[in-house]
């Protein structure tokens, strides 16, 4: 059986819905930068998230070609993750999706190196036919967080991002954003195919105590 890192890994991808700590460790993804508001059509949000795609996949398929990645096992591809942050605001306003700026990410597994990230972009362009040069390998450490599993449209965050926020005021904690601690959202649904009123996202804000 696939190794499935939402199972493997519940306490980071399955929290419950209400506020909980988190120590995430070190990982490495397959990232996409951009700006601008991700429901544009045709726009670079939708053209990032082709890309991490098309490269998450050429890794996960790899076994079914000449190219053999030392330690490779079979797993299911992680789901579709984005940091976000707006400039010079401490919060995000929802109703400027335009200054957005987001990473976007797959995680990748502990076996896949930079060579093999590589390989992976070079070979989904080819296969693709598509500009995957915007892909990067990069590493992220998120450290101590607070997270919770949040229904409902992403315009609705904010009523879920205050119980945490709550949370920590109550617990001895304050939020720890930096130009590399961000609003962080890991997209359990599929948006095109489940109504938003059942989308589940975890969302995760970098802490440190007071």
Known sequence: MAFDYKKEYKEFYMPKNKPEIVDVPKANYIAVRGVGDPNEEGGDYKKAIGVLYAVAYTLRMS???????????EYVVPPLEGFWWQEGA??????????????????????????????????????????????EFITIEEGLCVQIMHKGSY???????????????????????????????IYLSDAR?????????????PIKHK
């Open 63 to 73: 076994y079914k070609t000449d190219y053999k990645i030392d330690g490779f096992f």
């Open 90 to 135: 401490n919060e995000i306003d929802y109703s400027k999706k335009d200054k957005f700026h987001w990473i976007s990410v797959i995680r990748l597994p502990e076996f896949v190196k930079e060579k093999d990230f590589n390989w992976a972009v070079q070979m989904a362009a080819e296969k693709k036919k598509m500009d995957c040069s915007s892909a």
């Open 155 to 185: 315009d609705n965050e904010p009523a879920t991002i205050a119980l945490m926020n709550a949370y920590l005021d109550a617990n001895g904690y304050v939020n720890d954003f930096t130009p590399k601690r961000l609003h962080h959202e």
């Open 193 to 205: 195919r489940v109504a938003p009123e059942k989308w589940k996202t975890v969302i995760r804000h």
